[in-house]
């Protein structure tokens, strides 16, 4: 078989082409999950044909929320192998504050190993009314990071609408930033950071390396509509936020999340995965 050494000027073209195009496959290479939030009630009718269901729309991965902590070891261990026969992984869980508390955090733990979960996720706080309550927010997710790390996990902590309102002339959000440690992931909830005012590319961009997942949840200003919009429906600039977040924000999975809309929980899921993609493609 004869070669064909490259020319230098090839070399040098090809050299100086391939990071981009490393870097461009590697922030397709991003999975998509969803949250299953979006289908609660097909969740809890019938969670192994539901999970099917998302798989077959072509999600990569999902995020259980608080009730799977309700699961035995069977069933957790019976979901786990689903997950594996159907090609998808769960990276995080949506997880009460309640399950960070010395009590139930090493049951909590050992659930989300089994399932595969690198991040236990703090879906929001008991109500807060004053930045030193925030602190101990904070001090609290660093405590369930150190108890995490011995296994390979890492806490997070999901925002809504009042860690990016502000509570004596500063923002939630930036007191638990500030004062947890870099490992504690900003799980960034778009279309709360939206409702409140707050500029999600801004917010990325304020906080490299920390937005590691993103749920991708539109909102409308429009008081009849609301989170009722699909995802590309709302206000959102998705082209920046996911410029923001594949190049600042260390974006490792997205989430899509719906809290209902004028389709079924399952039409609904799949017609946003289809717009994400034209969207992220695009």
């Not at 000027?9 to 922030?27: E, G, K």
């Not at 999975?31 to 979006?38: A, C, D, K, R």
């Not at 930045?131 to 904070?138: C, T």
């Amino acid at each position: 078989m004869s070669s064909h050494p490259l020319s230098r000027r090839t070399f040098l073209t090809v050299s100086a082409i391939l990071p981009w195009s490393l870097s461009a496959f590697a922030s397709k290479s991003i999975p998509v999950g969803l949250e299953l939030y979006s289908v609660r009630n097909a969740l809890k009718d019938d969670p192994t044909e539901t999970v099917r269901a998302v798989a077959q729309m072509g999600y990569q991965c999902v995020e259980f929320y608080a009730p799977y902590f309700e699961w035995t070891e069977s069933q957790t261990k019976e979901m786990k192998k689903l997950l594996d026969d159907l090609g998808i992984r769960c990276f995080s869980t949506h997880n009460s504050s309640s399950y960070f508390s010395r009590e139930n955090i090493t049951r909590a733990r050992d659930m989300n190993l089994t399932l595969g979960c690198k991040y236990m996720v703090m879906a929001s706080s008991q109500p807060v009314s004053s930045l030193d309550g925030w602190k101990q927010v904070a001090d609290a997710l660093n405590s369930a990071a150190q108890q995490l790390e011995p296994a390979g996990m890492k806490a997070g902590y999901h925002n809504h609408k009042p860690e990016f309102t502000s509570v004596e002339g500063q923002r939630p959000i930036e007191i638990l930033a500030k004062n947890t440690q870099s490992s504690v992931m900003l799980q960034l909830d778009v279309g709360t950071c939206l409702e409140a005012g707050s500029d999600p590319v801004a917010w990325i961009r304020a906080n490299p390396g920390r937005i590691r997942s993103l749920h991708l949840k539109d909102w409308s200003p429009d008081p009849a509509k609301g989170y009722s919009v699909l995802f590309g429906e709302g206000s959102a600039d998705w082209k920046n936020i996911f410029a923001a977040a594949e190049s600042v924000g260390g974006a490792e999975y997205y989430l899509i999340e719906q809290e209902g809309s004028r389709f079924s929980e399952l039409d609904t899921a799949k017609k946003c995965l289809q717009t994400f993609r034209a969207q992220h493609s695009a």
